[in-house]
T-cell receptor, first 115, second 120 residues
C-alpha cells in the first residue's frame, strides 16, 4: 500500500537555525507531492507543491523542498526559521496518474521554534 | 479565493445521537470533496471521497452506514455521524478540489478549518 513517512516527529530549534524535515513515500509511479502546514488552532495551508519540472520547489514563507525521485523523497527546508514557524507540518502524496485528488498524509512533524 | 468553510466548528452531543457537519466551498465549485479524520497529535486519515451527484467512495475500514456523506451540490457536502459514540470523538476536516474551471490547478485541495466532535 502507498505510504508516506516523515522521520522527524518532533523538532525543536532555536530561531535562525536551519530546518530540514524528511519525507519519503513508497509509491513508484508518477506522484504529486505536497507540504502542508497547520498553525496552532488553524486549518491546513499549502506550503508548496511539486507536480513536474524543476525538482527544487519554492513555496511561501521562505520554504523550499527538493524532489529526489531516486530516493523517493521530498524533504522540506528553510535556511533560517522564525518563532512564527512553530506549527505542525505534513507531507502528502497524490498519485499523479489517478483521476482523484486523494491525498495520503505522513504522520506529521511538530516544529517548535524557541525565541 | 479558494475558501472552504465548515459548520459547526465544534459540537458536543450525547451518545446515540446523530450529528451533521457541513462543508462548503465559498468561492469556487468543488467537483470533489474529501472528508478526513484527525486524532490528537496524529495525521489526517482519509475517510471518503465525495463527488457531486454520486455516491461517496469510502476508504477501507470506514463504515459507510455510520458516516453518511451527501454531496448534493457543487458547493456543499455533508457528513452525518449516525448514532455517535465516544470513540467517534475526533477532529473532522473536509477539503474541496476545484473543477477544471476553478481557481487553481487540478489535484490541489483546499481545506476547511475542521469540526471538533465530542461525544459524551
Amino acid at each position: 500500500a502507498q505510504s508516506v513517512s516523515q522521520h522527524n516527529h518532533h523538532v525543536i530549534l532555536s530561531e535562525a537555525a536551519s530546518l530540514e524535515l524528511g519525507c519519503n513515500y513508497s509509491y513508484g509511479g508518477t506522484v504529486n507531492l505536497f507540504w502542508y502546514v497547520q498553525y496552532p488552532g488553524q486549518h491546513l495551508q499549502l506550503l508548496l507543491k511539486y507536480f513536474s519540472g524543476d525538482p527544487l520547489v519554492k513555496g511561501i514563507k521562505g520554504f523550499e523542498a527538493e524532489f529526489i525521485k531516486s530516493k523517493f523523497s521530498f524533504n522540506l527546508r528553510k535556511p533560517s526559521v522564525q518563532w512564527s514557524d512553530t506549527a505542525e507540518y505534513f507531507c502528502a502524496v497524490n498519485r499523479g496518474s489517478s483521476n482523484t485528488g486523494k491525498l495520503i498524509f505522513g504522520q506529521g512533524t511538530t516544529l517548535q521554534v524557541k525565541p | 479565493g479558494a475558501v472552504v468553510s465548515q459548520h459547526p466548528s465544534r459540537v458536543i452531543c450525547k451518545s446515540g445521537t446523530s450529528v451533521k457537519i457541513e462543508c462548503r466551498s465559498l468561492d469556487f465549485q468543488a467537483t470533489t470533496m474529501f472528508w478526513y479524520r484527525q486524532f490528537p497529535k496524529q495525521s489526517l486519515m482519509l475517510m471518503a471521497t465525495s463527488n457531486e451527484g454520486s455516491k461517496a467512495t469510502y476508504e477501507q475500514g470506514v463504515e459507510k452506514d455510520k458516516f453518511l456523506i451527501n454531496h448534493a451540490s457543487l458547493t456543499l457536502s455533508t457528513l452525518t455521524v449516525t448514532s455517535a459514540h465516544p470513540e467517534d470523538s475526533s477532529f473532522y476536516i473536509c477539503s474541496a478540489e476545484p473543477g477544471l474551471a476553478g481557481p487553481s490547478s487540478y489535484n490541489e485541495q483546499f481545506f476547511g478549518p475542521g469540526t471538533r466532535l465530542t461525544v459524551l
